[in-house]
């Protein structure tokens, strides 16, 4: 069962890089060769492009969430998504551009698309490379969140 992960941000707006960062941490760990660990700095529709092929889709992220406190990490379904917004105002989310494309004949969507979104409430719109000590922690965390879903998700397939 081929997997992508893919770690979401801009390393050069501190926090809003943590995706990025997860996804290099990932590289250390996963070995399986049917997953594959990318990097990317777009969202949205742009996204299908880098996922669409493969059987399950793990994405890292940050989020705006106020229920949650900064540096909370949240395991999303792509259901949980219609209540986030894309940042950026002239592009649609990843659900929309998910039904878009199913609407359009493509089938090739993964079956299985699962976000980690990590709650960055305090984004700084300044460029500068690197994370904030409090975001920094959720990294390891994150990692072996993705690596414990895996695991779950590989002994699944063996059992079928």
Known sequence: MRTIILGI????????GVGIRVAKELRK??????????????????????????????????????????????????????????????????PEACKLAKRLGETRIPH?????????NKMQYEFWEGLSEEISKTVPKTVDMIMSELNHHKNQVEEI
């Open 112 to 120: 299985d698309i699962t976000i980690f979104g990590i709650a960055v």
């Open 29 to 94: 760990h996963v070995k399986d060769p049917d997953v594959e660990v990318d990097e990317t700095t777009t969202g949205g529709i742009n996204l299908l492009d880098q996922i669409i092929g493969f059987d399950k889709a793990i994405l890292v992220d940050t989020i705006k969430d106020k229920s949650m406190r900064n540096g909370e990490i949240k395991r999303l379904t792509l259901g949980d998504l219609s209540s986030y917004h894309s940042f950026n105002p002239h592009d649609v989310g990843l």
């Open 9 to 16: 941000g801009n390393p050069l707006l501190g926090d809003d």
